[in-house]
Nanobody, 121 residues
Framework: QVQLIESGGGLVQAGGSLRLSCAAS????????MGWFRQAPGKEREFVAA???????LYADSVKDRFTISRDNAKNTVYLQMDSLKPEDTAVYYC???????????????WGQGTQVTVSS
């Protein structure tokens, strides 16, 4: 059974930083695009960032220059470094493995359970 397990969420003040991790088990995701999405209360799930096996990256405009996605293929792990956090970044963050390098959630077929990020003002 394939599993994606996120960790690293928590409560942080505005301007602070957090690093999320997503560990894949059950199958290697080395060749798959990996993405981060988030969903705030009462809002649709939205794309945050994605990375290919060769380290091409894609970011939502709202997080560009503040968030950095990276992957360690040897550890089957994807990271999301979040700096200069804002209250509007508050959401549940989901890691996903995709079949296409895209911003569309339907291109990602395997999802983690999510980790809560709360940014206080």
């Amino acid at each position: 059974q394939v599993q994606l397990i996120e960790s690293g969420g928590g409560l942080v003040q505005a301007g602070g930083s957090l690093r999320l991790s997503c560990a894949a088990s059950g199958r290697t995701f080395m060749s798959y695009p990996m993405g981060w999405f988030r969903q705030a209360p009462g809002k649709e799930r939205e794309f945050v960032a994605a990375v290919t096996w060769s380290d091409r990256t894609l970011y939502a405009d709202s997080v560009k220059d503040r968030f950095t996605i990276s992957r360690d293929n040897a550890k089957n792990t994807v990271y999301l470094q979040m700096d200069s956090l804002k209250p509007e970044d508050t959401a549940v963050y989901y890691c996903a493995a995709g079949t296409a390098f895209s911003t569309r959630s339907y291109d990602y077929g395997t999802w983690g359970q999510g980790t809560q990020v709360t940014v206080s003002s």
